[in-house]
């Protein structure tokens, strides 16, 4: 059975994301190599990743463009290779063609899509940001794995990362802190 892992940064007060659109909702975060480098040392194989349509277009928009940029560090441009190799499941109502290379669309339940790709065989699979994903899978639950990057922010407002959950114990696998004030915490559900 394959392991899902939630991997998102999140402020103090529990948000994935701000509202603005046009910092794809990542002003807040305070980006750190040490970081990438511990999750990434945490990360055990994956083979594909969750995305709701809002994540999946900002992942789009930001990650393939470095791959051709000479300007984008190294380390970055093999985030971004890994990404484009890999699948990307994603679902939506409103994206009818994928654009990016490796991409399978969903227009119907990620629940029951989910519970048939978890048995297949294969490596394990990440989802980032896709909040309301992450809400309905953590509830079937179907997650296995949260790794959250808390940033030393208070938002104050956002997308919300657990909103509508229901209770869910968890077990501290980690945690790690880091010069930059972010703390990775690295938790499995309790089943």
């Known amino acids: 059975m394959r392991k899902i892992t939630v991997l998102n940064r999140v402020s103090v007060d529990g948000y994935f994301a701000s509202l603005n659109e046009a910092a794809f909702g990542m002003d807040w975060f305070i980006q750190d190599p040490e970081v990438d480098k511990a999750v990434r040392s945490d990360e055990e194989e994956v083979s594909a990743f969750i995305f709701g349509a809002d994540t999946y277009r900002g992942f789009e928009r930001s990650w393939v463009p470095m791959l051709n940029d000479p300007n984008t560090p190294q380390y970055l441009k093999d985030v971004a290779q890994v990404l484009t190799d890999n699948t990307k499941i994603v679902f939506s109502t409103t994206i009818k063609k994928a654009t990016w290379e ?90």
């Open 102 to 191: 490796n991409t399978e669309l969903y227009s119907s339940d990620p629940v029951e899509v989910i519970t048939r790709v978890k048995q297949e065989e294969g490596a394990n699979i990440l989802i980032f940001g896709s909040g309301s994903i992450v809400q309905q899978l953590g509830n079937a639950g179907l997650i296995d794995e949260y790794m959250l990057i808390m940033t030393p922010v208070i938002a104050g407002k956002g997308k919300a990362m657990y909103q509508g959950m229901k209770q869910t114990a968890l077990t501290l696998v980690r945690t790690q802190a880091f010069e930059s004030g972010n703390v990775l915490l690295h938790y499995q559900t309790a089943k």
